[in-house]
């Protein structure tokens, strides 16, 4: 279930998403719909999300690149140079560009679902960074992780920022980082970005911005779903939604529809009443003290973690 996407080209074989349609109608059908967030990851999703980075309110990406500034020599140092990075959900691969200097990878590994934005970037990189030998692998690490043999396995260094993590639910999570735990061998380790539980107007704000990019952000999932489906969803007829869920310690995002209607799909479809909504997003906000537990629970030990002067944001550096 690999998609390589080298670009250059070694590898390549066809996507096998065979299991996507499954995944997208059982959420469609539910009683309370829900569409995985991974599907906001299409060509222009990824934008989007690049430009929700950009944005005053959305404070995680310029919190963590603050404490990767600030405190990065040491990280470094504590993370240990020359590993293979594996960035995982890399993007536009821009966080691990900037720790390049600093941690001096042997081999540089891109994952990310959204593969055709993943190769332009990585592209860019190879130009930037000839020295460093680079891979991309377009796949959906959500349910296993499987690297190609061509991953080097000694002193692998995962790098799992932007608080990534937060779109699981605390069970998939720890799923997840037992999976990746398993991936580091006995010399490798965990690089991960987590954000941290806070006021609810800054969270608000930071999922429900002025200008509505979040909102085209959340809408282009329908669009996404359409061509995956081939359903014929109007984005006109759904506005976004967006709140704190602090009992669940989780910000939401919705897709809440304006007015009764009717959505069909190769083999199916249904109804939406007016205010009827489907869930895209959950993204979790962490305790310290709960992200440090969660990483020992997988079998993560040694953990070494910094933070900025607000205590808004975590990153945190655990060894296998
Ligand atoms: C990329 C999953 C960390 O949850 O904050 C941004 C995605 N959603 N605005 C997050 C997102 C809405 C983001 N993550």
């Not at 293979?84 to 890399?90: C, E, F, I, N």
Request: aromatic content about 10%.
């Amino acid at each position: 279930n690999l998609m390589l996407t080298t670009c250059t080209s070694e590898t390549r074989r066809p996507p096998d998403n065979a299991h996507v349609p499954a995944e997208l109608l059982a959420g469609l059908g539910a009683r309370d719909a829900w569409i995985s967030p991974k599907f906001l990851y299409d060509a222009l999703g990824s934008k989007l999300f690049e430009a929700i980075c950009e944005l005053p309110e959305y404070y995680p990406t310029r919190t963590e690149a603050s404490i990767f500034e600030r405190y990065g020599a040491e990280i470094a140092r504590v993370a240990g140079l020359g590993a293979t990075l594996v960035d995982l959900g890399a993007g536009n691969c821009a966080k691990a560009a900037k720790l390049f200097p600093l941690l001096q990878p042997a081999q540089y590994v891109a994952v990310d679902i959204s593969s055709e934005f993943l190769c332009e970037a990585l592209e860019n990189l190879r130009q930037r960074f000839a020295h460093i030998e680079m891979t991309g692998l377009g796949l959906d690490f959500s349910e296993r992780l499987e690297l190609p043999p061509s991953v080097r396995a000694q002193r692998r260094l995962f790098f799992f920022p932007g608080s990534s993590i937060g779109n699981f639910t605390p069970e998939q999570a720890r799923a997840f980082l037992l999976r990746v735990r398993g991936q580091c061998g006995d010399d490798g380790g965990l690089l991960i970005g987590i954000d941290l539980a806070k006021d609810r107007a800054t969270l608000q704000a930071a999922y429900d911005d002025a200008l509505g990019v979040t909102a085209a952000f959340n809408l282009n999932v329908l669009r996404h779903v359409n061509r995956l489906i081939g359903a014929d969803f109007d984005p006109r007829q759904w506005r976004h939604h967006s709140f704190y869920h602090e009992a669940q310690g989780r910000v939401e995002m919705h897709l809440e529809a304006r007015r009764l209607q009717t959505v069909r799909w190769q083999g199916g479809g249904r109804s939406f009443r007016a205010g009827e909504r489907i869930h895209t997003e959950s993204s979790y906000k962490y305790r310290q003290a709960d992200a440090v537990r969660l990483l020992e629970q997988a079998g993560f030990e040694a953990t070494r973690m910094w933070t900025d002067a607000r205590h808004w944001f975590t990153v945190i550096h655990a060894q296998a």
